[in-house]
């Protein structure tokens, strides 16, 4: 028996395995800048999955929909993702550790049960106004997966349960209720949320409005009734709202370019280009520009005629400029520099690397 269970999972075991071998020749093709490029790719792949959620929904999110929301290719599609399914997962993954983040900076532990609930939900409900086709994706469409997303979203809702299901040791009705109490509040505040959210997206959003923050008072009540009681619920519901978090600004919410640090380049980034515009960034710190022979140098780029074209590409793209292109005497170097898009790309890449670094650092 342990022989044939070991034949029928080989083939899994080989999948991982190949899965595992191609991450590290991602990983493998130069020191931090193709780990970043890679995590960029992630975020916006991640985004564009976001748009296609939120519209048309689940019923069209396949991975060429991904794919041409994104502007990438299959081939970068699969240098990130294993499928559909596991970038829909990753979606969960990364807005379940927002919110935990962000509840967590809360320190709620030194709180009572009622409170901690009232102040976690507000964080929650914060999240949600300041990104709604996020919310619908995590809350809505992923009712509709099964396999990975179906886990994550199982993983998620018992860790819900739990936190609501320890107001179970509180007053004297709570003694009636059981786990099943605090599954069924779940439910119903996600479905309630989801419900809110959709009307918006029906209505083309309702920018300015008060969003589903304003329901925190009639939520917590919900929550506390079962076990409190009428009258602490009653409470909840007559509290005026708290202040918003430090990270939400009303009537805002996340665009595909907030989410896409890479929206609107023109072309694919690649560790290559990645390594060339980070070295005219350093080579042009004092202002001046940098040229041909230099750039090749710093990026490890040892053919010239590469190099040229790589340029000249990159300028056609928007990314660089060439200084004395217009006034330029026979024999004067390329001076090249960044434009203000090729620095947002810089800024990026940058930003990409401190963040998995403090990722590392708190690990």
């Not at 939120?54 to 929301?69: K, S």
């Not at 609930?117 to 990104?131: F, H, Q, T």
């Not at 009734?225 to 909840?236: E, I, T, V």
Request: hydrophobic share 45%; aromatic share 4%.
């Amino acid at each position: 028996m342990a022989a044939e269970r070991a034949g029928a999972q080989a083939p899994g075991h080989k999948t991982e395995a190949a899965s595992a071998l191609r991450r590290a020749r991602v990983g493998a093709r130069g020191p931090v800048g193709a780990r970043s490029i890679v995590g960029l790719q992630r975020s916006r792949l991640l985004g564009a999955a976001i748009g296609v959620l939120a519209r048309p929904g689940y019923t069209g999110f396949t991975v060429a929909a991904v794919c041409e929301h994104a502007g990438v290719s299959r081939r970068t599609f699969y240098e990130v993702f294993e499928n559909h399914e596991q970038c829909f997962a990753a979606i969960l993954a990364d807005a379940e550790q927002c919110a935990s983040g962000v509840i967590a900076d809360l320190d709620l532990g030194r709180l009572a049960w009622s409170e901690r609930m009232r102040m976690g939900l507000w964080a929650i409900l914060c999240l949600v106004d300041e990104d709604p086709a996020l919310a619908k994706a995590c809350l809505a469409e992923s009712q509709h997966a099964g396999g990975l997303v179906q886990a994550r979203r199982e993983q998620i809702v018992a860790q819900l349960v739990d936190a609501l299901d320890q107001g179970r040791a509180q007053g004297t009705g709570a003694s009636a209720t059981s786990r099943l109490t605090a599954e069924a509040l779940v439910g119903a505040i996600s479905s309630v949320i989801a419900t809110r959210i959709a009307q918006a997206h029906r209505d083309d959003g309702v920018a300015g409005g008060p969003g589903v923050r304003s329901l925190l008072g009639e939520l917590v009540g919900m929550i506390v009734l079962p076990y409190q009681g009428p009258a602490a619920a009653r409470k909840q519901i007559e509290r005026s709202l708290p202040n918003a978090p430090a990270f939400a600004s009303a009537g805002t919410t996340a665009s595909d370019r907030d989410r896409d640090p890479l929206a609107g380049l023109p072309m694919r980034l690649t560790y290559r280009t990645a390594r060339v515009l980070q070295a005219v960034t350093k080579l042009t710190e004092t202002g001046a520009g940098a040229s041909n022979r230099q750039i090749a140098e710093h990026a490890g780029i040892s053919d010239a005629g590469q190099i040229s074209k790589l340029l000249a590409r990159l300028a056609q793209r928007g990314l660089l400029e060439n200084t004395t292109i217009a006034s330029r005497e026979r024999g004067e170097a390329n001076q090249w520099l960044l434009t203000q898009t090729g620095r947002r790309v810089v800024q990026s890449i940058g930003a990409e690397q401190a963040e998995r670094t403090q990722g590392r650092s708190a690990a």
